[in-house]
Every structure is written in C-alpha cells, then in structure tokens.
C-alpha cells in the first residue's frame, strides 16, 4: 500500500518526503518521476510489549510514501506524471500556512484556496477519462449489449454527474461490485485524501498544530467521506529529525508537545488507507503486521506466510492492553483473557496473535 505526497511548488511536500522517509534526494531537476521511499510506523503499544519481552527483533509496520512532483493541470496532461500519481492508494496533500519570504508563493497564503485548486485539477483529469470511456462505451454497446457494458455506463455517467457537480469519486456512494468493476481506471479524485497543513513555527505550537484545520477553514473539507486532516511544522521536524530521542522530547516539550506532528501524520495516513496491525511477539521477535480492517484471522495468518493461512487451525488471541495487565501469557491464560479464535474471527486493532496451524 502507498501513500502519495502532493502539493503545490514550494509548500514543503518534498521536505516532508525527505524527514519521514529519511531519504537523501538529488534535484529532481524537470523529471517527472516519483521519489520513493518508506517509514517506519510509530506504535507505543508495540514498544510497551517488547519491554515486556525484551527481544532480539523488534519490527514497527512501514508505509510506503511517494514523493509526486508538484501538481497542476499541465503535469496532469503528462503521462509519467499521472502514471505517478494513479499508482498510489491514498494522498497526502501539503498544504502551505506558513510565511517565508525566502520560499516563493504566488499570492497570499491560503490553504483551503490551494485544497480546493488542486481538488478541482484532478476531478478535471478524471472527467476527461470518463467521458472518453463513456464514447467507446458507446460504440461497444452498438455492436453487442451485455450487462456488464451496461452497468460500466451506468456508473460513469454516476461518475459524471458527480464530477460536473465538482463532487469527488470518494465522495460518490458505491457498492464493492460497483468499485471493483471501476478499479482499473485508478480514478485520482477517488483516492482517500489526508489534508497536511504545513504551519508556521512558533511558541503555542502544540495549539497550534490542534487547531490548523479550524483555523484555516478546513474542517468541513476534512470531514467528508474518506478526507481528513492533520498539521506539522516543516521547520521543527526537520530539526527533530536530527536529534536523538532524548533531545527530541525536550524540544518537543518546549513547545507544549508530547509527540510530533510527523507521528500523526504517519498513523493518520496509515488509517486513511484503511489498515490495522496486530502483533506477533515473543522473546526472538516483536514485531507489528498489516492488514486492512476488518481481515479475518485466517487472512491475518496469511499476512505472516502463506503457510499459516493455508494450514489455519486457531488463532490464539488475546488484546495488547489485557495482555499487559496480565505481565505474562501464562497469567493470562489462567485467568481466561488469552482465547482461541476461528478463522472467521475479526481481528480488531492491536489484537496479539499467535497462528495454531497443521503445516
């Protein structure tokens, strides 16, 4: 699963790639390609259990994010530039609050403005698809009628409508089948999109961080279907990534924080793809596994290896917390908190699974 940054030139989209990621970039120069590259997921809970266990391996969750080069209508004519773009599962779209009069910005600063631009960019990428489709579409049902054409047609001018109305795709009501049969068109509007508010350093910025999307008007964009939105300070994490752990909480704490504004960011856009992690622990290893909400258990197994999946007898279950209430697996167990599980059990988020399997 990835997670595309996109933004406007000079909002800190690519500064942002490079302290989560910890990448070293070249000049992208006039290339159009991505920049890839992967972050570890921050996890307290995992961290608490590996005290409790103490070791060899200890093995966060990762996203993997892309680094698009800056958006606009004419990068969206290009072909590299949307293959860039469609290939990613989720967007995190950096928007500039801050004022810098060494970094460039046409006009004032406006972040809801610049939502709202690019929005429109790519629903306006995603209608010229859709109307060519809907032409070959209908020159495919002149020659033969089936219903799967029918209900392909149907749903693009749904499509349609909705995008002429300046509504997005993952805004529009669909059933599984209907975005199964739409999959392959990688529509960018359709995309769950994670609004990143790039504020200005200053001494609230633990308030300030709360509350950016308020201030800046975008609460109600953030709060429709599959949107949502967070704030970082460009300038201090890229402070905070050069520091060790020690010097990082006291600056955090100087400015009234406890975690920062890229830990959110990581787990916002972790859930905005839709994933869960459950841990699998014990004295060798520690380690967070990923899976989209709602798996059941015989998926999860498959998750550690297509073996346990296939071989699934029980899932031995117990939730992180209970666990370590408990201090060990043994007392858990005596105490009936550590259960057996089916391979329809749900697994819910941060469950601690071990796979009983036959292979």
């Not at 000049?27 to 608490?48: E, F, M, N, Q, T």
């Not at 609050?97 to 060494?102: M, N, R, S, T, V």
């Not at 905070?240 to 920062?260: P, R, V």
Request: aromatic share 6%; proline share 3%.
């Amino acid at each position: 699963m990835k997670t595309g940054i996109i933004g406007l030139p000079q909002v800190g989209k690519t500064s942002l790639f490079k302290i989560l990621t910890r990448a070293k970039l070249e000049d992208r120069g006039y290339s159009r390609d991505a920049h890839l590259g992967v972050a570890k997921v921050p996890d307290d809970r995992l961290d608490r259990l590996a005290a409790l266990y103490n070791p060899k391996k200890l093995i966060h969750a990762t996203v993997e994010y892309a680094d698009v080069a800056a958006i606009g209508q004419e990068a969206l004519k290009e072909t590299a530039f949307l293959t860039s773009l469609r290939n990613v599962d989720a967007l995190i779209h950096v928007l500039r609050a801050f004022e810098d009069d060494a970094i460039a910005h046409v006009g004032a600063i406006d972040p809801l403005r610049d939502a709202k631009s690019v929005e429109f960019d790519l629903m306006l990428s995603d209608l010229t698809q859709v109307e060519k489709r809907l032409e070959r579409l209908e020159k495919d049902l002149k020659k033969m009628r089936t219903p799967e054409l029918e209900k392909e047609q149907a749903l693009l001018i749904r499509s349609k409508a909705s995008l002429e109305a300046e509504i997005p795709l993952r805004e529009l009501e669909m059933t599984s089948e209907e975005r199964k049969l739409i999959r392959g068109f990688m529509f960018l509007s359709q995309k769950p999109v994670l609004y990143a508010v790039n504020v200005q350093e200053s001494t609230t910025l633990g308030a300030d961080l709360e509350t950016a999307a308020g201030k800046f008007g975008l609460t109600e964009i953030a709060a429709r279907p599959n949107a949502g939105a967070t704030a970082f300070c460009g300038k201090v994490e890229a402070e905070l990534a050069e520091m060790d752990d020690e010097e990082a909480t006291e600056f955090l704490a100087s400015y009234g924080l406890q975690e920062s504004g890229l830990v959110r960011l990581i787990r916002r856009s972790y859930e905005l793809l839709g994933l869960i992690s459950f841990f699998t622990v014990g004295e060798d290893e520690c380690r967070a596994w990923t899976v989209p909400a709602n798996s059941r258990a015989q998926e999860a197994a498959g998750a550690i290896h297509t073996d346990l999946e296939k071989h699934f007898i029980r899932a031995e279950t117990i939730h992180w917390d209970t666990l370590l209430e408990a201090g060990s697996e043994a007392a858990a167990r005596a105490q009936g908190t550590l259960r057996l599980e089916g391979k329809d059990y749900l697994v819910q988020d941060g469950d601690v699974m071990h796979i009983r399997h036959s292979g």
